[in-house]
Structure formats: C-alpha cells, structure tokens
C-alpha cells in the first residue's frame, strides 16, 4: 500500500545530473522504507521521456536501461485507473485546476487515497493546495 503520491517530475530528477534537486533526492531516500504510489500512465509517461532525452543525446540507450532497472528496484506501486474515471472525473479535475490529463492523474490520485504528494511542479504543487491535497515532506518521517 502506497504512502506518497511521486509525480514524474521528482522521478526524472533522479535521472538527469542538471536536474538534481535536493527535495526529490531526499523523497528517494524515503523510498528505502516507504511505497510510493503512482497512476497508471506513469510507466509511458517515464518511457516518453527517456526516449526524448535519447533522442536529443541526453541519454544513451545504456543510460536508459540502467535508470529503468533502477526503478524497478525502488517501491513503487502503479495504481490502476477505470478507463470511466480518466475520461470524466480526472478530466473535469484538470479542466479545473489547468492541468495537464497527465498532472491532473496524480492529483486525483493523492485526493482519492488521502495522501501527500511529491513533486517539484509549481502548477501542480497550486492545484493540490486549492485541493487541501498535503505536501509529501521526507524529513518528517
């Protein structure tokens, strides 16, 4: 069972040396005791972006595959969706706070199971605010 919402943005700050961050660092560290929960486009959403930074030579295909496998390591739960659900509620959920489809699936997620969420996107990080959606803060535990 998850204890934290991870949004893709901390996820790829583990992957890119110029975009380390010292708050999704430490939401890594939480990871060695703690499951993170995320929805189910996750997993495309992670590929997408590593194919881009292949493509722009940020990232070498061994780069990609080692990152993957650390993933795999780590404790994360990808939490299925209805397909109803994306095409109403996280729909409508967007539409109402300017999200992305993509940004708006983590809220719900974070509203729907009542927990914090992690992230480093400043939009997102407003919405779960209006939401009373709590901040995931690694250095309480």
């Known amino acids: 069972m998850a204890d934290f919402v991870v949004d893709n943005s901390i996820v790829m700050s583990w992957c890119f040396d110029d975009e380390e961050d010292d708050y999704a660092d430490s939401v890594l560290t939480a990871l060695e005791t703690m499951t993170a929960g995320v929805p189910a486009v996750w997993p495309l959403e992670v590929a997408n972006v590593l194919l881009v930074a292949e493509r722009r030579k940020r990232l070498t295909k061994s780069d990609t595959i080692r990152f993957l496998e650390l993933l795999r390591e780590l404790s994360v739960e990808v939490i299925q969706e209805a397909s109803q659900r994306v095409t109403s509620e996280i729909i409508a959920l967007a539409r109402e706070q300017q999200l992305s489809s993509y940004d708006a699936s983590y809220l719900d997620l974070a509203i729907r199971k009542g927990l914090p969420l992690a992230t480093l996107d ?17 250095d309480r535990l």
Do not use: E, G
């Open 122 to 138: 400043a939009r997102l990080r407003t919405a779960a605010k209006k939401c009373d959606v709590a901040f995931f803060d690694p």
